[in-house]
């Protein structure tokens, strides 16, 4: 069957994304609230606990389920498996509205946002968040630079904003042209730099807790923590695009794309075996698994996590019936992309426990709107670009 990416042209207003605006209009007014009014006046975060489910989810695991980006891009274009490119720009979409907000949640997170530019010019090579922030800020970069040929091939020349915009209409026609010709020539430089720096910043967060031996439960606490980051993102990269695009083509009913994404398991079966593997080993090294049986809401998230979030799926994704089927790998992909958000939850929140204070963390209803309210924005933009835009393969009709 030919792939050829087009414009879905659907209606844009239906019922869920009326869903989806009531959500970004919730998250909106707290996050005025929490920049006029500070973010003690909306989060439970303390000086013990200073930070929560907006740097766990917002950014920890928004950058995790990101890699569906950088690991497709890297199939596809760098080793060479074409077979692949049908998928590779819904997953560019993906890591790119993933990774921009990611920086949006920082900018909520943060105490002083308008400090956020300050790494570009303080450069302290000694520490692993400078490290963090600079592979981000250039990675989103490089992210919309490999986006100009898609909007390039379904707007060059043909620009034409109404009323007073329309002085940008030949300025963006030329833009368009000339970077699409020069991209044309280029864009492997910056796959490969996205790939580069993708997996710098994906070990790199893993790195950011090793600095707190103290004040982190031993079944997270290791050595190879950035390993198992690093792993765990591209483990989860493929299950991401599974899980993306089969909501996607469900929902508007198009080609499945299971000829594409049926092989894609069989390499998470090999990587995802590979993290389990590195996980139980971990543990059993150090004498780490003697906390499971102490029964604290740590050791039961612990469980949880491997469980329902490696062992389980990788088991299904063992069997070939499973992975012939839609329905079947779609629950495994979500299982697996279930257990990296449980991962990152348990790292940055679950496993880190202040010497200072006793007290839980969790977070207010506002907290959580605000999450809520991004991630609806996200999928908002997300049915406008794929309306607007040649992102999916507009054909044959399908259901889950």
């Known amino acids: 069957m030919e792939h050829k990416a087009s414009p879905l042209k659907r209606k844009i207003m239906t019922p869920g994304v009326m869903v989806m605006l ?59 498996k074409h ?72 707007y060059k020349g043909k620009v034409k904003l109404p009323s007073f915009f329309s002085l940008l209409n030949k300025p963006l026609n030329a833009f368009l042209k000339i970077a699409d010709a020069i991209l044309d020539k280029t864009i492997w430089i910056f796959i490969i730099a996205g790939v580069v720096l993708s997996c710098m910043h994906q070990s790199s967060l893993g790195s950011l807790m090793l600095i707190a031996p103290t004040k982190i439960h031993p079944l997270w606490h290791t050595p190879i923590l950035p390993l198992l980051f690093l792993i765990s993102a591209f483990a989860v990269g493929y299950p991401m ?9 469900s929902s508007f009913k198009l080609d499945s794309e299971m000829e594409i994404l049926a092989p894609l398991t069989k390499i998470t079966v090999f990587i995802l075996g590979l993290y389990l593997s590195l996980k139980l080993g971990d543990i059993f090294v150090r004498g780490a698994y003697k906390h499971l049986a102490d029964g604290t809401y740590q050791t039961n998230s612990f469980i949880a996590e491997m469980l329902l979030g490696v062992i389980i799926p990788w088991v299904m994704l ?8 839609r329905q079947n790998i779609f629950i ?37 709107l605000v999450t809520a309210g991004l991630i609806a924005t996200l999928m908002f933009i997300y049915r406008i670009a794929i309306t607007y835009l040649p992102i999916l393969n507009n054909s044959k009709k399908e259901t889950l």
């Open 318 to 325: 063992l069997f070939k019936k499973v992975r012939e089927s």
């Open 22 to 80: 009531a959500f970004m209009a919730a998250g909106a007014i707290v996050i005025i609230a929490r920049f006029t009014q500070g973010i003690g006046y909306v989060t439970n975060l303390t000086n013990a606990r200073p930070w929560g489910i907006w740097v766990g989810i917002d950014v920890a695991t928004g950058v995790a389920l990101a890699a569906g980006g950088f690991t497709t891009a890297a199939l596809a274009h760098i080793f060479g």
């Open 332 to 368: 495994a992909s979500s299982l697996i992309v279930f257990g990296v958000i449980i991962n990152r939850i348990n790292v940055f929140i679950t496993a880190y426990t202040p010497p200072v204070t006793k007290s839980g963390y969790f977070p207010s209803i506002p907290e959580i």
């Open 83 to 154: 077979h692949y490119e049908p998928i590779t720009r819904s997953a560019l979409l993906t890591a790119l509205l993933g990774y921009t907000f990611v920086v949006i949640g920082l900018l909520i997170d943060i105490g002083r946002s308008w400090a956020i530019w300050k790494p570009l010019l303080n450069w302290n090579t000694n520490s692993v968040l400078f490290e963090v922030a600079m592979c981000v800020m250039i990675y989103l970069n490089v992210l919309y630079i490999e986006f100009i040929p898609i909007i390039a091939e379904q």
């Open 241 to 249: 695009v599974v899980f993306e695009t089969t909501i996607a083509t």
